[in-house]
């Protein structure tokens, strides 16, 4: 069947309360959504996270760049497409705005080709719908929720009454001493058997700042290891992150904002022993497959960034999926799933998520929702 439309749209939606992490505020979320449909009435649909601006500008880059390319041709050339879709943009792109664009158009292929053959996205990818290890991801620094160890004390109660007992908190945004307060405050509320790792959001300017931050904060942490340390450095730091992951007990996560497989080559050859590669950044579903399959032959584990509703079924689908981030909608972080109709968010039980059974993604953008908070160009 062929492509013979394909629809944009840009959304703002705003976060509830005053939120920051480790080098910059964090007030609104611009998202794009792509809607693909074939010659017989399919369609797919895809989404990108573009950032706190941008949307729009991810939405140029599919209607102006990338729809020309798919528009007429074959829904099933998928990786041709991409190939195609990429050369033609080398000039605009190769990384930012116009591949998270491209991300989100390949999503929606890969939506459109699931929903036609009757099976969940997972499940069309050679997986099963069997749930997957998460954990609850979270503290961010909120100025009007107190003392920052209440904080963090509270938002692990609230994980655990939702049953999770792995737990991800920022780090970067306080002094190492301060942090370190709000580390050791989590390791206790988590209790035993729980699980705590530690985003720093590129927050430190050398390995030397950074060793001394994970030092304190495993201290900090007493005989509990933490799970690991995600992108303590930039992201342009890729020998920082390999010489750090060398001289340091705590594993080093990295690759959130990292795009195509040509960038995560030298994570991969450098070890880093947890990759967060996002399919909404990274390339879509066809690029992030791409370099989940090279990681795993290099005993590497993906533990991949954001859009828990993607990559649940990404995740299900591969052999070296460590675990599925998940952001409770009552935080107001992850607010793409205000878009969504109740029914088709992602569930979630016993620090696992559930794997949608409906065909393709499973999600149902809810029309009134979206209208809502749509930017008109």
Not at 298 to 322: T, V
């Amino acid at each position: 069947m062929t492509i013979t439309s394909i629809r944009t749209r840009a959304v703002a939606v705003l976060v509830d309360k005053p939120t920051r992490m480790s080098n910059r505020e964090l007030n609104v979320r611009h998202y794009l959504l792509v809607e693909v449909a074939s010659a017989d009435g399919h369609t797919g649909v895809g989404y990108t996270y573009a950032g706190t601006g941008a949307g729009l500008l991810a939405k140029l880059a599919v209607d102006d760049l990338l729809a020309p390319v798919y528009l007429g041709a074959d829904e099933n050339d998928v990786t041709g497409l991409w190939e195609r879709a990429y050369q033609e943009t080398l000039l605009e792109g190769r990384r930012g705005t116009v591949i998270r664009a491209l991300s989100a158009l390949d999503i929606a292929l890969w939506d459109l080709r699931a929903k036609r053959a009757g099976l969940p996205l997972v499940s069309f990818l050679g997986g099963a719908t069997t749930p997957l290890p998460s954990y609850a991801s979270g503290g961010y620094y909120r100025p009007d929720e107190g003392a920052w160890t209440d904080a963090v004390t509270r938002e692990i109660e609230f994980n655990a009454s939702q049953g999770f007992t792995d737990h991800k908190i920022k780090v970067g945004g306080l002094s190492i001493a301060e942090d370190a307060r709000r580390v050791a405050a989590a390791i206790e509320a988590i209790g035993e058997g729980g699980r705590l790792s530690l985003d720093a959001n590129n927050a430190y300017r050398s390995v030397a700042e950074a060793r001394t931050a994970i030092e304190a904060f495993e201290r900090a942490a007493g005989d509990r290891p933490l799970w690991w340390f995600e992108e303590p450095l930039s992201p342009e730091a890729i020998a920082g992150h390999a010489e750090l992951s060398r001289t340091i007990r705590t594993p080093v996560a990295t690759g959130e904002i990292h795009q195509t497989r040509w960038e995560f080559r030298p994570l991969i050859e450098a070890g880093i022993p947890v990759l967060q590669c996002d399919a909404g950044v990274a390339g879509g579903v066809t690029e992030w497959l791409r370099i989940a399959h090279t990681a795993a032959s290099f005993g590497l584990h993906m533990a991949p960034h954001w859009h828990h509703n993607l990559h649940a079924h990404l995740c299900g689908a591969i052999p070296n999926a460590l675990v599925v981030e998940y952001f409770a909608l009552e935080k107001g972080i992850y607010n793409f799933e205000r878009l969504l109709t109740p029914e088709s968010r992602l569930r979630y039980a016993d620090n696992q998520v559930h794997i949608p059974t409906r065909p393709g993604l499973g999600i149902e953008f809810d029309a009134e929702m979206v209208s809502k908070y749509e930017l008109m160009g």
